[in-house]
């Protein structure tokens, strides 16, 4: 079992920052790729960044340049830093890790766990 918390969601005026965190728990032998998404009201839920193992990062075209995606391997956490908030960035961001856990049964199995969700609301 992998959990995932995630904090650091809020209310901020457009022009703004947010930094938002998500911690990944349990089970863990690895972790590859770390994902924030968003979902805003009536839309699907659409990926932001992502990085891998290795560092490599990729972002939407909405978000390039103004977000940063950044992990902290020794803690299993993922960062999103979000600058020069807009209001269309309104949304529900999720946190997505996938890697390879294990148990004394199984020993090692691929894992795809997401988070809670927190609500990040951009003021204009």
């Known amino acids: 079992q992998v959990q995932l918390v995630e904090s650091g969601g809020g209310l901020v005026q457009a022009g703004g920052s947010l930094r938002l965190s998500c911690a990944a728990s349990?089970?863990?032998?690895?972790?590859?790729?770390m994902d924030w998404y968003r979902q805003a009201p009536g839309k699907q839920r659409e990926l932001v960044a992502s990085i891998t193992s290795g560092g490599t990062t990729n972002y939407a075209d909405s978000v390039k340049g103004r977000f940063t995606i950044s992990r902290d391997n020794a803690k299993n956490t993922v960062y999103l830093q979000m600058n020069s908030l807009k209001p269309e960035d309104t949304a529900v961001y999720y946190c997505?890790?996938?890697?390879?856990?294990?148990?004394?049964?199984?020993?090692?199995?691929?894992?795809?766990?997401w988070g809670q969700g927190t609500q990040v609301t951009v003021s204009s």
């Open positions: 349990g089970s863990i032998f690895s972790i590859n790729t």
């Open positions: 997505n890790v996938d890697g390879i856990g294990y148990s004394s049964t199984v020993l090692y199995s691929p894992f795809n766990s």
